[in-house]
């Protein structure tokens, strides 16, 4: 992690840590109102995920890849949708074992929402409102996954400003404590992903506090 990034981290931990406290047991499956979202707590990542993952509340994981063995865990951890945002030809190209067979062995629900903002695979309003659909009908806890969680991460804030009402800078707070990483990255179109994903541009996208 870069001394930039780092210290792009502690300002949003900060930033989270000041908010209110809220309660553990804060569910994003349920559809009772959510004020103000729970910090990340950030998992350790070893042999069960790729770079990067982290549980909100008590019901939704975002993360990058998970291995074999990370899907086994979530599994265990009551998780039983998977939301995959990676295209075709990462899932061929670097994992090295059939996430949607494994994930359908473990019982649990595949929902494969490929982006990569292209043309054949656009970050859009559709794919987050087919997230949210995802996160309200699913019968346990969530998983959110890419490569190493930074579209998970921006598809997130979308749905906390959009589907739960989360103030436009609580929301990208806690997406950068995930891995939103916007203070180096934008699209070809001139807008960040998250900014796609709401058809709006958000000001202080690109801006974290210093």
Same mark, same amino acid.
């Given at each position: 992690?870069?001394?930039?990034?780092?210290?792009i981290?502690?300002?949003t931990?900060?930033?989270?840590?000041a908010?209110? !406290?809220?309660s553990?047991?804060?569910?994003?499956?349920?559809?009772?109102?959510?004020?103000?979202?729970?910090?990340?707590?950030? &998992?350790?990542?070893?042999?069960?995920?790729?770079?990067?993952?982290?549980?909100?509340?008590?019901?939704?994981?975002?993360?990058?890849?998970p291995?074999?063995?990370? &899907?086994?865990?979530?599994?265990?951890?009551?998780?039983t949708?998977v939301?995959?945002?990676?295209?075709? $030809?990462?899932?061929?190209?670097?994992?090295?074992?059939?996430?949607?067979?494994?994930?359908?062995?473990?019982?649990?629900?595949?929902?494969?929402?490929?982006?990569?903002?292209?043309?054949?695979?656009?970050?859009?309003?559709?794919?987050?409102?087919?997230?949210?659909?995802?996160?309200?009908?699913?019968s346990g806890?969530?998983?959110? /996954?890419?490569?190493?969680?930074?579209?998970?991460?921006?598809?997130?804030a979308?749905?906390?400003?959009? $589907?739960?009402?989360?103030?436009?800078?609580?929301?990208l707070?806690?997406?950068?404590?995930?891995?939103?990483m916007?203070? /180096? !990255?934008?699209?070809?179109?001139?807008?960040?992903?998250? $900014?796609?994903?709401?058809d709006?541009?958000?000001?202080?996208?690109?801006?974290?506090?210093?």
């Amino acid at each position: 992690m870069t001394m930039h990034r780092t210290m792009i981290v502690a300002a949003t931990v900060s930033i989270l840590a000041a908010a209110p !406290r809220v309660s553990a047991s804060q569910q994003f499956t349920k559809p009772a109102p959510i004020a103000t979202v729970s910090a990340p707590s950030i &998992l350790d990542t070893a042999g069960l995920f790729q770079d990067r993952a982290a549980r909100v509340g008590e019901d939704v994981f975002v993360s990058g890849q998970p291995t074999e063995r990370g &899907l086994r865990w979530l599994h265990e951890q009551g998780v039983t949708t998977v939301v995959n945002l990676r295209t075709p $030809e990462e899932m061929t190209r670097n994992v090295n074992f059939d996430e949607p067979a494994l994930v359908a062995k473990l019982g649990m629900r595949y929902v494969y929402l490929p982006v990569r903002g292209t043309g054949e695979f656009p970050y859009s309003p559709e794919t987050l409102a087919k997230f949210a659909e995802a996160v309200r009908t699913a019968s346990g806890k969530v998983l959110l /996954h890419c490569t190493i969680a930074w579209r998970a991460s921006h598809l997130w804030a979308a749905y906390l400003i959009k $589907e739960r009402g989360i103030p436009v800078e609580a929301a990208l707070a806690n997406a950068r404590a995930i891995n939103l990483m916007d203070e /180096h !990255r934008m699209g070809s179109n001139g807008r960040q992903p998250v $900014e796609d994903f709401l058809d709006r541009v958000l000001p202080t996208l690109g801006h974290p506090p210093r």
